[in-house]
């Protein structure tokens, strides 16, 4: 028995992007009433873990020229610059009123906002709050939203299936996992801000949780991922775990060295020029990579590494800008970077790529919009900027909610006898799963053959010989996946269930990477092909598109909105 | 290297047991794991129906407080090697259990919004929104103010400290350490012109004159907030609101003409 709710919007997960919607519709007309959906309490939402700082123009010596540049440039000029333009004029309005929620901001002598330095920025634009922005921003924004009564939320709550009517979406079907009900949730607009998918790969800054479920949902009801072989290495994670040491280290004036203790970055030609450590996050991980290739590398327990070195900047400036950075290594690596280098390597940080977004967070359903990670509305292209994605899921979720106030406007309820007969559908194939006991496959083991099949085919470096594989072990594992082996049977918060149900939404996000990079033959932001080393214009400065189909992902091609700024060699 | 360690795991299915009971898990742990490191190790290959949360294994979440040999710890800062061959799991302690290591937050999750944890009463607020350039609409805020309430703004609500708590334990409806270290924070903020509203709460039965100065909340924290010290201030603000309220509001004299 599905039980059926009603709402006028519903937001699919509670993080950065969802609780600025939310907060978004609210303000708009508090008349509305605004479901969040989130399989996690919104505080628990990975926005937590950002840490370095969130981007807007804010001195005298910057523009929104310059961030606007700075951003194509990034993107290895796949942004689209429409949205750009867009989002560098939101910024600083977004952040500010961000600071106005109470966001306890880092501040200058005089007491305004301090910005501090990070790649591929031209000036100081990065607002930070010490370096936990993404933990003050989401609990001020989830804090700011217990203010508004028109948000409802259905906390730990797990969405299995977008319910769509006559090629419009109508609602979601969600499983509350405290209970082990299925519900309808219908309403005339979803928002999905569910975040990445890093958990797609072994070795990643990602949190649990990040399994790409708002990217398959919108994938598998015909919605088009974007530009999915896009996959940031953030250059320093700390080996072993993943855990992300933020740019800001390298920001405040850290160094990057190898086992010979040289600045590689500034003795070696890797592109950079003279930003050396703020160069963009590709580049560098591109340049580690080639440091532990070339027999620079670090020899460790988890791999080889290079150090990040701290310990000129002083133990003032190490606890009053980056007191997260000493508690992380000191907890997780058993380094205190006052006195000793810490160890880094790449480690799959951010996606790109997501659920194809346009300047305004919609997509091809009609209600269906999406921002922050999830989405792609291309402010990233090929290459995304550090501290650009917090304010991305400002700029875009508050555009999201407003848009979807405007949409329900002129639209009836749907059918819900339809809606319904489809929850009960997705109803029984959830029951059907749950505690399925003649399934033959494990559950960690398809996890981690999946996991290796993407680390090996869609690393920093990928060779068609690598990816051809990785596509056709994929496509495989999807076929496993429909045989899963279950044992838990109970009803109440059975994360079996949900873990099996994320695996399910990781093969499907995996295998659009997979796919899409294959058929890239250039080289080109975080997508470097060694067979295709260059950037190659003429072909493919497009957009890839990957569809769901039955008999594996379909691609198609999108242009890229240029205008403004003309494609050039990318160098620093 | 590695080290055999026998987990003792409480289980509890609300649809099956009357009481909870206790699971033994035998594994080998690589000697560099956390806590929460042993139990996913157990959930992923040896008992995949325990359920338990977690999420950054970064402690900043908060989702994964246990207790741990009767102590409550967030367990993915927790390493295992301070512990001996038997280890001990249980949920947190002063919460209902949802099922085996999952607690019920829900009455938490409403006395944090008892607080009305949000900037209110915000005097240039309009003025400030109007304005599009940083200086123009954003506060200033010198560094003494905001350290006046940066620690308090570092709790990540994994309840610990609610578990720690001699007061929780006794009165469960007491407001609690992180909503009143929370309520703090804001009132705290030089942006924020709510401390009337939120003094008159604190003043309420059940909130910060409960607390009967057990510091253990303080003690338990991961994140160093020192809810025990938001706690004593705020009591003290509570007060000194109180007593001015008096003196300022009381009726002035209407003497005849």
């Given at each position: 028995?599905?039980?059926?709710?009603?709402?006028?919007?519903?937001?699919?997960?509670?993080?950065?992007?969802?609780?600025?919607?939310?907060?978004?519709?609210?303000?708009?007309?508090?008349?509305?009433?605004?479901?969040?959906?989130?399989?996690?309490?919104?505080?628990?939402?990975?926005?937590?873990?950002?840490?370095?700082?969130?981007?807007?123009?804010?001195?005298?010596?910057?523009?929104?020229?310059?961030?606007?540049?700075?951003?194509?440039?990034?993107?290895?000029?796949?942004?689209?610059?429409?949205?750009?333009?867009?989002?560098?004029?939101?910024?600083?309005?977004?952040?500010?009123?961000?600071?106005?929620w109470g966001c306890p901001f880092s501040r200058n002598?005089?007491?305004?906002?301090?910005?501090?330095?990070?790649?591929?920025?031209?000036?100081?634009?990065?607002?930070?709050?010490?370096?936990?922005?993404?933990?003050?921003?989401?609990?001020?924004?989830?804090?700011?939203?217990?203010?508004?009564?028109?948000?409802?939320?259905?906390?730990?709550?797990?969405?299995?299936?977008?319910?769509?009517?006559?090629?419009?979406?109508?609602?979601?079907?969600?499983?509350?996992?405290?209970?082990?009900?299925?519900?309808?949730?219908?309403?005339?607009?979803?928002?999905?801000?569910?975040?990445?998918?890093?958990?797609?790969?072994?070795?990643?800054?990602?949190?649990?949780?990040?399994?790409?479920?708002?990217?398959?949902?919108?994938?598998?009801?015909?919605?088009?991922?974007?530009?999915?072989?896009?996959?940031?290495?953030?250059?320093?994670?700390?080996?072993?775990?993943?855990?992300?040491?933020?740019?800001?280290?390298?920001?405040?004036?850290?160094?990057?060295?190898?086992?010979?203790?040289?600045?590689?970055?500034?003795?070696?030609?890797?592109?950079?020029?003279?930003?050396?450590?703020?160069?963009?996050?590709?580049?560098?991980?591109?340049?580690?990579?080639?440091?532990?290739?070339?027999?620079?590398?670090?020899?460790?327990?988890?791999?080889?590494?290079?150090?990040?070195?701290?310990?000129?900047?002083?133990?003032?400036?190490?606890?009053?800008?980056?007191?997260?950075?000493?508690?992380?290594?000191?907890?997780?690596?058993?380094?205190?970077?006052?006195?000793?280098?810490?160890?880094?390597?790449?480690?799959?940080?951010?996606?790109?790529?997501?659920?194809?977004?346009?300047?305004?967070?919609?997509?091809?359903?009609?209600?269906?919009?999406?921002?922050?990670?999830?989405?792609?509305?291309?402010?990233?292209?090929?290459?995304?900027?550090?501290?650009?994605?917090?304010?991305?899921?400002?700029?875009?979720?508050?555009?999201?909610?407003?848009?979807?106030?405007?949409?329900?406007?002129?639209?009836?309820?749907?059918?819900?006898?339809?809606?319904?007969?489809?929850?009960?559908?997705?109803?029984?194939?959830?029951?059907?799963?749950?505690?399925?006991?003649?399934?033959?496959?494990?559950?960690?083991?398809?996890?981690?053959?999946?996991?290796?099949?993407?680390?090996?085919?869609?690393?920093?470096?990928?060779?068609?010989?690598?990816?051809?594989?990785?596509v056709a072990e994929v496509a495989a594992l999807r076929?496993?996946?429909?045989?899963?082996?279950?044992?838990?049977?109970?009803?109440?918060?059975?994360?079996?269930?949900?873990?099996?149900?994320?695996?399910?939404?990781?093969?499907?996000?995996?295998?659009?990477?997979?796919?899409?990079?294959?058929?890239?033959?250039?080289?080109?932001?975080a997508h470097t092909c060694e067979d295709f080393p260059?950037?190659?214009?003429?072909?493919?400065?497009?957009?890839?598109?990957?569809?769901?189909?039955?008999?594996?992902?379909?691609?198609?091609?999108?242009?890229?909105?240029?205008?403004?700024?003309?494609?050039?060699?990318?160098?620093? | 290297?590695?080290?055999?360690?026998?987990?003792?795991?409480?289980?509890?299915?609300?649809?099956?047991?009357?009481?909870?009971?206790?699971?033994?898990?035998?594994?080998?742990?690589?000697?560099?794991?956390?806590?929460?490191?042993?139990?996913?190790?157990?959930?992923?290959?040896?008992?995949?129906?325990?359920?338990?949360?977690?999420?950054?294994?970064?402690?900043?979440?908060?989702?994964?407080?246990?207790?741990?040999?009767?102590?409550?710890?967030?367990?993915?800062?927790?390493?295992?090697?301070?512990?001996?061959?038997?280890?001990?799991?249980?949920?947190?302690?002063?919460?209902?259990?949802?099922?085996?290591?999952?607690?019920?937050?829900?009455?938490?999750?409403?006395?944090?919004?008892?607080?009305?944890?949000?900037?209110?009463?915000?005097?240039?607020?309009?003025?400030?929104?109007?304005?599009?350039?940083?200086?123009?609409?954003?506060?200033?805020?010198?560094?003494?103010?905001?350290?006046?309430?940066?620690?308090?703004?570092?709790?990540?609500?994994?309840?610990?400290?609610?578990?720690?708590?001699?007061?929780?334990?006794?009165?469960?409806?007491?407001?609690?350490?992180?909503?009143?270290?929370?309520?703090?924070?804001?009132?705290?903020?030089?942006?924020?012109?709510?401390?009337?509203?939120?003094?008159?709460?604190?003043?309420?039965?059940?909130?910060?004159?409960?607390?009967?100065?057990?510091?253990?909340?303080?003690?338990?924290?991961?994140?160093?907030?020192?809810?025990?010290?938001?706690?004593?201030?705020?009591?003290?603000?509570?007060?000194?609101?109180?007593?001015?309220?008096?003196?300022?509001?009381?009726?002035?004299?209407?003497?005849?003409?």
């Amino acid at each position: 028995m599905v039980e059926v709710f009603r709402h006028d919007i519903i937001i699919v997960g509670g993080g950065g992007a969802g609780l600025r919607a939310a907060i978004a519709v609210a303000e708009a007309d508090p008349s509305l009433s605004c479901a969040v959906v989130s399989k996690v309490y919104p505080m628990r939402s990975h926005t937590v873990s950002a840490e370095g700082g969130a981007a807007a123009v804010a001195r005298d010596d910057d523009s929104l020229e310059m961030h606007g540049y700075d951003t194509v440039k990034g993107s290895d000029f796949l942004g689209d610059q429409d949205v750009i333009k867009y989002f560098v004029e939101q910024a600083p309005k977004e952040l500010s009123q961000l600071e106005r929620w109470g966001c306890p901001f880092s501040r200058n002598e005089d007491g305004t906002v301090a910005t501090r330095a990070f790649g591929g920025m031209t000036t100081k634009r990065t607002w930070y709050a010490a370096d936990k922005i993404g933990f003050h921003m989401l609990h001020t924004l989830f804090q700011t939203s217990m203010q508004h009564e028109s948000i409802v939320r259905y906390d730990e709550h797990f969405v299995t299936k977008l319910l769509v009517d006559g090629g419009q979406v109508r609602g979601v079907v969600a499983l509350d996992i405290r209970t082990g009900n299925i519900k309808a949730i219908l309403a005339n607009a979803v928002i999905i801000t569910t975040g990445g998918g890093g958990k797609v790969f072994p070795f990643t800054t990602n949190g649990m949780i990040k399994t790409g479920d708002g990217m398959a949902l919108a994938y598998r009801a015909g919605v088009a991922l974007k530009d999915m072989e896009f996959v940031q290495y953030h250059p320093t994670g700390l080996p072993g775990t993943g855990i992300l040491i933020t740019e800001a280290t390298r920001g405040e004036g850290g160094h990057l060295k190898n086992s010979e203790g040289e600045r590689f970055l500034v003795d070696y030609d890797y592109g950079v020029g003279t930003k050396a450590e703020l160069g963009p996050r590709d580049m560098i991980s591109r340049a580690i990579v080639q440091e532990i290739r070339a027999g620079r590398g670090v020899k460790g327990a988890y791999g080889e590494y290079v150090n990040l070195d701290l310990t000129h900047l002083g133990a003032e400036k190490l606890n009053s800008r980056l007191p997260f950075v000493l508690e992380l290594a000191r907890t997780y690596i058993g380094v205190d970077p006052v006195h000793q280098p810490i160890p880094v390597r790449p480690v799959v940080h951010y996606m790109m790529g997501g659920i194809d977004t346009d300047i305004t967070a919609g997509t091809s359903m009609p209600g269906l919009y999406a921002a922050g990670e999830v989405a792609c509305g291309s402010l990233n292209g090929a290459n995304r900027l550090g501290s650009n994605s917090l304010t991305e899921c400002l700029v875009f979720g508050a555009r999201a909610g407003e848009e979807a106030v405007r949409f329900i406007a002129g639209s009836d309820g749907g059918n819900e006898s339809v809606l319904q007969d489809q929850a009960s559908e997705d109803a029984d194939r959830i029951e059907q799963l749950r505690g399925r006991q003649k399934g033959g496959e494990k559950i960690s083991q398809i996890r981690r053959e999946l996991n290796k099949s993407l680390e090996e085919g869609c690393g920093v470096y990928r060779q068609q010989e690598s990816m051809a594989p990785a596509v056709a072990e994929v496509a495989a594992l999807r076929g496993r996946v429909s045989d899963l082996k279950l044992e838990d049977e109970s009803r109440v918060f059975n994360t079996e269930l949900i873990a099996a149900l994320e695996l399910i939404n990781m093969v499907d996000v995996a295998e659009t990477v997979a796919v899409s990079a294959l058929q890239r033959k250039e080289s080109r932001g975080a997508h470097t092909c060694e067979d295709f080393p260059h950037r190659d214009d003429q072909n493919y400065l497009y957009h890839t598109l990957c569809y769901f189909d039955p008999a594996g992902p379909r691609i198609d091609k999108k242009d890229v909105t240029l205008g403004t700024w003309e494609p050039e060699e990318r160098k620093y | 290297m590695t080290t055999r360690r026998k987990f003792v795991v409480t289980r509890f299915d609300p649809d099956k047991d009357e009481v909870p009971k206790t699971q033994e898990y035998e594994i080998e742990c690589q000697d560099d794991w956390k806590v929460l490191d042993a139990i996913n190790f157990i959930k992923d290959e040896v008992d995949s129906t325990i359920s338990h949360r977690w999420s950054c294994r970064m402690a900043v979440c908060g989702s994964c407080g246990m207790m741990v040999d009767g102590e409550p710890k967030l367990t993915c800062k927790t390493a295992l090697d301070s512990y001996g061959d038997t280890v001990e799991i249980e949920p947190l302690a002063n919460f209902p259990v949802v099922k085996d290591l999952v607690v019920e937050l829900e009455g938490f999750m409403g006395k944090f919004q008892q607080v009305k944890p949000w900037i209110m009463n915000a005097k240039e607020e309009a003025e400030k929104k109007a304005a599009s350039t940083m200086k123009e609409g954003t506060y200033r805020q010198s560094a003494e103010e905001l350290m006046a309430f940066k620690q308090f703004s570092m709790c990540i609500n994994c309840m610990l400290c609610y578990s720690a708590c001699p007061v929780v334990s006794n009165e469960p409806d007491f407001l609690g350490p992180a909503a009143i270290a929370l309520g703090h924070r804001y009132n705290m903020d030089t942006r924020d012109g709510g401390q009337d509203e939120r003094n008159q709460i604190f003043r309420e039965e059940g909130t910060v004159f409960s607390c009967s100065y057990a510091n253990e909340c303080s003690e338990v924290c991961p994140k160093g907030v020192d809810p025990a010290a938001a706690v004593n201030q705020a009591k003290f603000n509570a007060v000194i609101d109180w007593a001015t309220g008096l003196v300022v509001s009381r009726p002035a004299p209407q003497g005849d003409e």
